[in-house]
């Protein structure tokens, strides 16, 4: 099972991006889904999270900026990303908690894709 990132890029401060996510593999359930990033220097951090379809749940510094969502026909995430700041500027994952058609449950990664704000 593998995550694909995509719709990374360079953008304007104040400007807008967002970010795909789509799983290939032999999924029988997703259980959570969930997008982080990574500046340089420093740790890694939770954007925003769903478990279990429920309403995305948001770091504090995003709120109000970005939005998740999903198509579920897809199994897609998205990560609609407004008024971008040049503190947005990382790395961003997703992450996917799922159970396979094999019953194994997996937290699996993306290989991340960059954002980079100029101001």
């Known amino acids: 099972v593998q995550l694909l990132e995509s719709g990374g890029g360079s953008v304007q401060a104040g400007g807008s991006h967002k970010l795909s996510c789509s799983p290939s593999?032999?999924?029988?359930?997703?259980?959570?889904m969930g997008w982080y990033r990574q500046a340089p220097g420093k740790e890694r951090e939770l954007v925003a999270t769903e478990i279990s379809q429920s309403e995305p749940t948001y770091h504090d510094s995003v709120k109000g900026r970005f939005t998740m969502s999903r198509d579920n026909a897809k199994n897609t995430l998205y990560l609609q990303m407004n008024s971008l700041k040049p503190e947005d500027t990382a790395v961003y994952y997703c992450?996917?908690?799922?159970?396979?058609?094999?019953?194994?449950?997996?937290?699996?990664w993306g290989r991340g894709t960059q954002v980079t704000v100029s101001s």
């Open positions: 992450n996917f908690g799922v159970v396979t058609v094999y019953g194994d449950s997996l937290e699996i």
């Open positions: 593999g032999d999924i029988l359930n997703i259980n959570t």
